[in-house]
């Protein structure tokens, strides 16, 4: 009741009464404990007083629907032992517990079953004494589309977008994380003004803040845009063996050892190849067999030793000057 109620007091905590005197203030109005910021308590309570949002559970109407704001939440112990409802307003919180006093439990009575037709009479009954429309919030929110990876306002490099909650008249700056780069497609570096055009492609990278740049590097590196312009600017020379030193494998590291787990499923235990630089301009071997670039994104451990080859497209893997990078690793 006591976490509850903060929902209801712009996210301040209250000391519950059995009665409520009069000559009191509204404790959020004179209290130093706040519980969580109003951005929060506004963002839970809009989902937890979502009356769509439960119709696919719930269905339509039900004790957890209102005609007017209210935050209603559930819980049924195991084994139907007890359940109760919690509801908030904007004057009230009302919580209700439904259970045998001896423990013993019920006949699959569930929080919605049991104790929420209860709270909703109790909060129609409130609201015929004190009718309320809404909330009254110190801060007002609005929802936007935002980048769902930086959480700023979307460019046309951001390939995924949601809706945030962020405070109305808030001016969002534009989304840094994604870029897009000019590249040299013979070798996978920057492209200069220099280039031809046709050996220039856009690519997206991701310029994500310093305090990633670690774990970029280890999990993620090819989303780092390269820093190095192509020397084959300004010529027309149309070979990537020249230099396909600017693709090499990050992972798996070479001489890099696995051990099977016998308790997952087999299928669950792969391997994901990882490369500087986007390697689907050529080919891959596993074990001397060409493999798809959907087939490194799932590469099955099998005990043994095994062998990955980057050559360049259509190249002989038994070639040396063919292969661009190899690595050997292991499987117990």
Known sequence: MRAYSVFGRQGYFCELTAEYQAEQKPCYQNTDQRIFSQKTVIIIRDFLSDNQARHLSFGHGGPLEFDYPVLIKTGTSQNYRDNWTVAVTPEHTVGVWVGNFNGEPMREVSGVTGAAPIAHEIVEWLHTQNAWTAWTD???????????????????????????F?????????????????????????????????????????????????????????????????????????????????????SPADGAVYKLDLHRPLKAQYITLRTTQPHSAHDVYLDEKLITNEQTKKIFLTRGKHNIKLVTRGGDPQREQDIIDQVEYGVR
């Open 138 to 164: 110190e801060v007002r929110l609005t929802k936007k589309t935002v980048c769902a990876l930086s959480g700023k306002k979307p460019t046309r490099g951001c390939p995924q977008m949601k809706q945030e």
């Open 166 to 250: 962020v405070k109305e008249g808030e001016v969002l700056p534009p989304c840094d994380y994604h870029q897009h780069v000019a590249i040299d497609v013979r070798n996978g570096l920057k492209a200069e003004s220099s280039c031809p055009p046709e050996f220039v492609a856009e690519r997206g990278y991701l310029n994500l803040p310093p305090v990633y740049s670690a774990w970029q590097q280890e999990a993620w590196p090819q989303t780092i845009a390269p820093y190095d312009s192509s020397p084959l600017c300004g010529t027309a020379v149309a070979s990537d063996r020249i230099s396909s030193f600017a693709v090499r494998i990050v």
